[in-house]
């Protein structure tokens, strides 16, 4: 086996994802009802993990919808079912914020409503914004070279780890 210079443990990663989901009943505890759009497919397994936790803590309606985007080509975003996000608080969920370029193209659907807000959550931030994003919830916040990369490893719907390759 190839060694990895891991980041993030199995173990840490749960810790991460769940002080993600209180911080999210935190800033919305006000409303009723919030949606995790998550960008396929990592993305869209942290939101449903974050979901079970909110579902545990909260008192919360939490939909997960899935949004599907060529990262390499970002032009069409196809949202996994019909929604009317006036009014709604939109939370997009992805692994990695690398130049926060997936995460804005993710929010192009959202932009022909009027949500109440849109914020953002990913399990590890990377400082290389080229877009003009800031991510409102992070697990972990990582300082790299250009060169290097962040990776998400998953077996199903286990995140195993995190790692710079």
Do not use: C
């Amino acid at each position: 086996m190839e060694s990895r210079n891991v980041i993030l443990t199995a173990d840490i990663i749960q810790k991460k994802i769940e002080r993600i989901a209180y911080e999210i009943y935190e800033h919305n505890s006000d409303g009723e009802e919030i949606i995790l759009a998550g960008i396929w497919d990592r993305g869209l397994i942290l939101a449903q993990k974050i979901a079970g936790i909110l579902q545990q803590i909260s008192p919360l309606k939490t939909r997960i919808i899935e949004l599907r985007l060529d990262k390499q080509q970002p032009g069409e975003v196809t949202v996994s079912e019909e929604i009317d996000f006036n009014g709604k608080v939109v939370i997009v969920v992805d692994d990695v914020a690398n130049s926060g370029r997936t995460m804005l193209y993710a929010l192009k659907p959202l932009l022909q409503f009027l949500p109440k807000k849109i914020q953002t959550a990913v399990l590890v931030d990377r400082q290389h914004k080229s877009f003009p994003l800031s991510v409102d919830f992070v697990g972990f916040s990582l300082a790299t070279t250009l060169q290097e990369s962040v990776m998400v490893e998953l077996e199903g719907t286990n995140i195993l780890s995190a790692y710079l390759q």
